[in-house]
T-cell receptor, first 114, second 108 residues
Framework: NAGVMQNPRHLVRRRGQEARLRCSPV?????VYWYRQLPEEGLKFMVY????????ESGMPKERFSAEFPKEGPSILRIQQVVRGDSAAYFC????????????FGDGTRLSIL | QKEVEQDPGPLSVPEGAIVSLNCTYS??????FMWYRQYSRKGPELLMY????GNKEDGRFTAQVDKSSKYISLFIRDSQPSDSATYLC????????FGTGTRLLVSP
């Protein structure tokens, strides 16, 4: 069974470019979560999505960041006009549609901004 | 005050020791509590998952939750060098709140 798959594992962008991070959840999981981990800090919740719906985006920066989980295909975290402060590891997690189940994480995408 | 507090360590122990990792939390609404293990350059790996207060055991790992004191613990028996990693406690449900992680070093 494949776990949560994230790609790319490493992404380098110059300031002002766009970054697209992809996440394929565990097969059968319909809930996807994105977290950001800055150096020496814990993981911070960004957004919670179900298929075609954003359920909770309370952790998303107000500008430049967006997320989607379409009916078909992976979830995408999109960062427009990246800045140096966006450099971090971005982790995706998924959980099954039944309630009370834990989240399982992918190995993350490490975003570096030049 | 952070919602979940965790001593960053590092915590160094010899192989075979019993390890105790702890977190405190402030939000009394939390019902689900988790421990994840994270190796360098990898994602968090779920170790233990508990609902409300009580103990849960899985092999060498025991998780404890004391909701009256808002205290969660992870015990590792017969620690091994392969247990060297960062251990993250988390609380919540869909929106998990993580501690900063405790770095554990188990020396042979």
């Amino acid at each position: 069974n494949a776990g949560v798959m994230q790609n790319p594992r490493h992404l380098v962008r110059r300031r002002g470019q766009e970054a697209r991070l992809r996440c394929s959840p565990v097969k059968g999981h319909s809930h996807v979560y994105w977290y950001r981990q800055l150096p020496e800090e814990g993981l911070k919740f960004m957004v919670y999505l179900q298929k075609e719906n954003i359920i909770d985006e309370s952790g998303m920066p107000k500008e430049r960041f967006s997320a989607e989980f379409p009916k078909e295909g992976p979830s995408i975290l999109r960062i427009q006009q990246v800045v140096r402060g966006d450099s971090a590891a971005y982790f995706c997690a998924s959980s099954p549609p039944t309630g009370g189940q834990p989240q399982h994480f992918g190995d993350g995408t490490r975003l570096s901004i030049l | 005050q952070k919602e979940v507090e965790q001593d960053p360590g590092p915590l160094s122990v010899p192989e075979g020791a019993i390890v105790s990792l702890n977190c405190t939390y402030s939000n009394s609404a939390f019902q689900y509590f988790m421990w994840y293990r994270q190796y360098s350059r990898k994602g968090p790996e779920l170790l233990m998952y508990t609902y409300s207060s009580g103990n849960k055991e899985d092999g060498r790992f025991t998780a404890q939750v004391d909701k009256s004191s808002k205290y969660i613990s992870l015990f590792i028996r017969d620690s091994q060098p392969s247990d060297s990693a960062t251990y993250l406690c988390a609380a919540g449900f869909q929106k998990l709140v993580f501690g900063t992680g405790t770095r554990l070093l188990v020396s042979p």
